[in-house]
């Protein structure tokens, strides 16, 4: 009688279990379809570039076809800035609720602010402007769309940051290296946006590709300001909450496409600068295997 009592129990445990599993599954999958989202039309978008923007005699022989190409290759980068914020507005509504609206909506003021300097000032990136590729624009410069991408770097490379810093004491250590995490995007994004495209032009002829290294040291400013902001708005406790595959995995998302064009372009340097930048950021992030099991943020 007992052993079949004991039987009992554990086929009851066993069901459970698959109960549980069901669950977490049904919750995970809107998560893996928006990012899988995020992939596709990054990959669409990459295909294009590098078969028809630079095989354009393909397009000779279909009437129409470069007049459809170009109107796709302006609202292919627009789509997949919307739809990668779509993504992660998804993702954290899910995760934490509407605890990331104020944190986004101080990260969209701050980025545009940067943004709106360097197009009337040139600081703190060097003089550069924005063609209307990018569709509309806040004040006449800056696209309405760019704070967007900023702000869905930005959270990652905090995430990550966090991961590997989560005390109090080390937050400085964890702002230096989330901006650096954000820094190593630009590595191939600019080269592609504003050399291999003209989605924005400099005002100056800079030694990497084309733009001013001025533009780099703005790019970790910005990072340092947005890593500093989401510590002050004190996010550490809802992004630990965060799975950070799942964010490594969207950065990874974002990335294809600039880096994807540049190595179709051939911009090696600027392909052996991402990935080099990408591996630093991997050896400084990664967890100790001595560390003790993961921690709750603290001071969160």
């Known amino acids: 009688m007992e052993d079949i009592t004991t039987l009992a129990g554990q086929r009851q445990r066993a069901a459970a279990a ?7 599954a049904l919750t995970r999958w809107p998560d893996g379809i928006a990012l899988a989202v995020v992939y596709a039309v990054s990959a669409a978008s990459l295909a294009g570039f590098a078969t028809f923007a630079l095989h354009p005699e393909l397009l000779n022989g279909v009437p129409g076809a470069a007049q459809v190409y170009g109107r796709m290759f302006a609202l292919a980068p627009r789509a ?20 990331w609206l104020a944190p986004f909506a101080a990260l969209y003021a701050l980025s545009l602010t940067s943004e709106l300097a360097g197009t009337t000032v040139g600081l703190p990136f060097g003089p550069y402007h924005y063609t209307d590729g990018l569709g509309a624009k806040l004040f006449g410069h800056v696209p309405v769309l760019i704070p967007l991408s900023w702000f869905f770097m930005a959270l990652p490379s905090y995430a990550v940051a966090l991961r590997r810093y989560p005390e109090r004491a080390h937050v400085g250590r964890r702002i230096v290296v989330g901006s650096l995490i954000l820094l190593s995007w630009d590595l191939a994004l600019d080269p592609a946006m504003s050399l291999v495209t003209t989605y924005w032009i400099w005002g100056t002829e800079g030694v990497y590709y084309g733009m001013p290294l001025l ?8 990072g340092l300001a947005l890593m500093a902001a989401l510590a002050l708005l004190r996010t550490d406790a809802w992004v630990a909450e965060l799975p950070v595959g799942w964010l490594l995995a969207f950065y990874g998302a974002n990335l294809l496409l600039p880096l994807g064009m540049s190595v179709a372009a051939g911009l090696w340097g600027a392909v052996a600068a991402t990935v080099a930048a990408l591996v630093l950021c991997w050896l400084v992030t990664r967890v100790p295997r001595t560390a003790a099991a993961p921690r709750r943020a603290v001071g969160a």
Do not use: E, H, K, P
């Open 18 to 24: 698959r109960r549980a599993d069901r669950g977490r």
């Open 80 to 99: 997949q800035i919307v739809l990668a914020f779509a993504a992660l507005a998804l993702f954290l509504s899910r995760r934490v609720g509407a605890r």
């Open 215 to 222: 533009n780099l040291a703005g790019w970790y400013v910005t």
